[in-house]
């Protein structure tokens, strides 16, 4: 347990910056997948979903990028609700990160650079899949994943589908928490008031 109390000084004002700071801690501990977060997304009936998706960055601007098929589930739901919350576990540490906020989609150029820096097999996979959709026997869907593979080991690879990109969640809402002796544990949520300042409420545990 952490034996120091975190206050507001240690995150300081800017909650992207402190965010990105006990990120790059969370890698340096060398914690599994310190980018694995929770993707909350509703229906218009509001009904939930929950899966886990990778993090594949925070932005200039703030926000925190992931990829995935438009096609999927969690596309669908963002595509008639195009607002999400995340959420980051980094056990080890005693640390958790809750965001909220709105989602859009990513350009296509940037989507076509991320799409060029991932393995071979990784984008077999992405182009092959019909994420979400029933699927055929097992054997079935590795056919189909050897097939593209074949067809595409000697090019470039697959080419990004058009069903399949990034997407760009901006952040109205940040809660950090850190563990504390007897569950008596520090949480602080930042809510954005205007562009580039936040308020901060430290809350009960």
């Known amino acids: 347990m952490h034996d120091r109390p975190l206050d507001d000084a240690?995150?300081?004002p800017d909650p992207i910056t402190a965010f990105r700071r006990w990120y790059d801690e969370a890698i340096a501990?060398?914690?599994?997948?310190?980018?694995?977060?929770?993707?909350?997304?509703?229906?218009?009936?509001?009904?939930?979903?929950?899966?886990?998706?990778l993090l594949k960055g925070v932005d200039e601007g703030g926000g925190f990028l992931f990829y995935t098929s438009y096609e999927s589930r969690k596309g669908r739901e963002l595509a008639a609700n195009p607002r999400a919350a995340l959420g980051l576990l980094w056990q080890p540490l005693e640390r958790q990160v809750r965001i909220e906020g709105r989602v859009t989609r990513v350009s296509p150029a940037e989507a076509d650079a991320y799409w060029a820096t991932r393995p071979h097999s990784s984008r077999v996979a992405a182009a092959t899949s019909r994420q979400s959709l029933p699927a055929p026997a097992r054997s079935d869907m590795d056919a189909a994943y050897d097939a593209m593979a074949r067809a595409t080991?000697?090019?470039?690879?697959?080419?990004?589908?058009?069903?399949?990109?990034?997407?760009r969640l901006l952040p109205d809402v940040l809660e950090f928490w850190q563990g504390r002796a007897n569950r008596f544990h520090d949480r602080f949520r930042f809510e954005r008031a205007s562009a580039g300042t936040w308020t901060v409420t430290r809350l009960w545990p």
């Open 10 to 12: 240690d995150l300081g």
């Open 29 to 53: 501990a060398k914690l599994d997948m310190p980018d694995a977060m929770a993707l909350a997304t509703a229906q218009p009936d509001g009904t939930p979903s929950l899966r886990w998706v």
């Open 153 to 167: 080991a000697h090019g470039l690879g697959p080419r990004r589908p058009d069903s399949w990109g990034g997407y």
